[in-house]
């Protein structure tokens, strides 16, 4: 179980202005000052259960991992109030993220200390501002508004974070999910708290994700002097001809919700470093990104096929980074949107673009996911920033889909 720290109020003042800031800009703030660079949390999450727990959250830390990469993992939840005497509620929502970061860069290219988090020019400025900490701030004062409005809610509400999301994912989302799934829990809903906004919170919302499923091909020839060919052979010559065949293929063709699969090479490695010298072996990294009209073994089938037509000597190795998934519109999608209009005004649009999330493993225990955040143009960038007026209005979309859920259990 979680230590708390002591939760703080709602309304605080900027040091330097003496002027209001809003409990959601406060809370973003605090996040930021967390140099939670991957795996480290930095007592984000501490933060989090600290505002949680007096809501009613039962808050578990999972720590899992080597010691010299100690993930963190906070599942809290907060029990719906029965619907009747005789009756609990059945519906859960979770609210999920990442407290993690990842690195700065050189820090002399900031304009300010990438920790220290900086109003300027209308902005809020620090690692983690636009991915994602403004999001999980959002998300605790947007339930903290609803549970005040709303104590007795048929709607049970949880948080799952993790200081695993912008490395290797091996212990985070993914850990604390299977040890969901090992308990029986049921997830209804889900809503990742990932900057998917192209300008303006609402805009753009992801209902799934490709895919991910990457290749290393090891092509052997035989190595030999590069003024008498015929004694040696080039694998670089030899997958060539296969190579631009793969290039060429349609893997399918997409769907509505799906562009069509991407086959890219990112790296090739051959030779010796010598002018002279025919290399021994070719050695290919390549990736997948694919919808729901293909699936790993049809792709893996289909591309050792055009290798072993063009008799090619070579070993494969494959590594499958996620599966896709997909939200149709139904309840959450509804509700989301409906949001986001009352919100805004925006119309916003569905999209599956991107890389991947750790939507991929909350969707093998939960059936509606989406993921709904501020602007993306910043992240991962020197100066990483999130306009501070998207701040309220992402907060209050977040309170308005659990107002929207719930009524759909109270009516």
Request: with cysteine; proline share 7%.
């Amino acid at each position: 179980m979680i230590n708390p720290l002591s939760p703080k109020s709602h309304l605080t003042s900027d040091a330097d202005s003496n002027t209001p800031m809003s409990s959601t800009l406060h809370l973003a703030k605090q996040l930021i000052a967390c140099g939670s660079r991957t795996p480290d949390d930095a007592g984000c999450q501490q933060i989090i259960a600290a505002r949680l727990i007096p809501l009613g959250f039962v808050c578990e830390t999972m720590s899992r991992g080597p010691n010299h990469f100690r993930v963190t993992n906070l599942w809290a939840k907060r029990p719906a109030a029965p619907v009747n005497k005789s009756q609990a509620a059945t519906k859960l929502i979770v609210l999920a993220g990442h407290t993690d970061v990842v690195p700065s860069g050189p820090l002399a290219q900031w304009q300010s200390d990438p920790f220290t988090p900086t109003e300027r020019d209308g902005k809020l400025y620090g690692r983690g501002a636009a991915d994602m900490k403004t999001s999980l701030a959002a998300f605790v004062v947007a339930v903290e508004e609803f549970v005040a409005a709303q104590p007795d809610t048929a709607l049970s509400i949880g948080f799952l974070l993790t200081s695993d999301e912008e490395g290797p994912a091996l212990d985070g989302t993914v850990k604390v999910c299977e040890a969901l799934q090992a308990r029986g829990e049921q997830l209804d809903y889900c809503i990742i708290g990932e900057p998917t906004a192209l300008e303006r919170s609402g805009d753009m919302i992801k209902n799934g994700r490709r895919g991910s499923l990457s290749g290393q091909l090891t092509v052997k020839g035989l190595q030999g002097h590069i003024a008498y060919p015929h004694l040696a052979k080039n694998p670089i010559h030899l997958l060539a001809p296969a190579l631009a065949e793969l290039v060429a293929i349609e893997w399918d063709p997409g769907n509505a919700f799906f562009p069509p699969t991407s086959w890219q090479v990112s790296n090739i490695h051959g030779g010796t470093g010598a002018s002279n010298v025919i290399p021994g072996a070719l050695v290919v990294d390549f990736n997948f990104r694919f919808g729901t009209e293909s699936t790993p073994e049809s792709l893996q089938s289909r591309l050792q096929a055009v290798l072993d037509r063009h008799a090619l000597d070579y070993e494969l190795a494959w590594t499958l980074g996620g599966l896709p998934f997909l939200t149709t519109p139904g309840t959450l999608v509804e509700a989301v949107i409906d949001a986001i209009k009352f919100e805004t005004g925006i119309d916003t649009v569905l999209s599956t673009s991107g890389g991947t999330s750790d939507g991929r493993f909350i969707a093998n225990l939960c059936p509606q996911v989406i993921e709904l955040g501020p602007p993306n143009a910043s992240i991962h960038q020197i100066d990483e920033h999130v306009s501070l007026a998207e701040i309220e209005p992402l907060k209050n979309i977040y309170r308005r889909v659990l107002e929207n859920l719930s009524a759909r259990l109270n009516p």
